[in-house]
């Protein structure tokens, strides 16, 4: 991956959501400071921040990422063998070219809103 996203956000409980990326998705955890973590999110950087006095958790509207159909349907299973809800269920689709694309959205211990897709083609210049 040649240019790979930092977000950053605020969580009400740093190890819950932890064990949310790194234990449920299988995201290699990075630094460890105590009152925040980087999570290696699929080849970018999420730092969660332990909710503090300075700093209240707001969900976030969502973010998500473009993973191959194999890895999409994995964490699909996921979520439905440890019977987590969907926001979204998967959906796939055959596109106007004839590609196939699918989407579902789940949430994080924090409320936040996460995307997940997949193209069958290269999402480069694709749009939705």
Same mark, same amino acid.
């Given at each position: 991956?040649?240019?790979?996203? #930092? ?9 819950? !959501? ?25 080849? #970018?950087?999420?730092?969660? #921040? ?19 159909? !194999?890895?999409?349907?994995?964490? !699909? ?20 070219d004839g590609s196939e694309s699918g989407k579902f959205v789940i949430l994080d211990p924090a409320n936040n809103r996460i995307e997940f897709k997949f193209y069958q083609k290269s999402p480069v210049n694709m749009v939705s």
């Amino acid at each position: 991956m040649s240019n790979p996203f #930092h977000l950053s956000f605020v969580v009400p409980d740093l190890r819950l !959501a932890e064990a949310f990326y790194v234990d449920f998705l299988g995201c290699k955890k990075g630094r460890d400071k105590g009152t925040w973590i980087d999570i290696i999110f699929f080849g #970018h950087q999420l730092t969660l #921040h332990q909710e503090s006095e300075d700093q209240a958790a707001q969900s976030i509207d969502h973010f998500g990422v473009i993973l191959d159909k !194999a890895e999409w349907s994995s964490i !699909a299973k996921k979520v439905i063998d440890e019977d987590r809800d969907f926001l979204l269920a998967p959906t796939e689709k055959i596109n106007e070219d004839g590609s196939e694309s699918g989407k579902f959205v789940i949430l994080d211990p924090a409320n936040n809103r996460i995307e997940f897709k997949f193209y069958q083609k290269s999402p480069v210049n694709m749009v939705s």
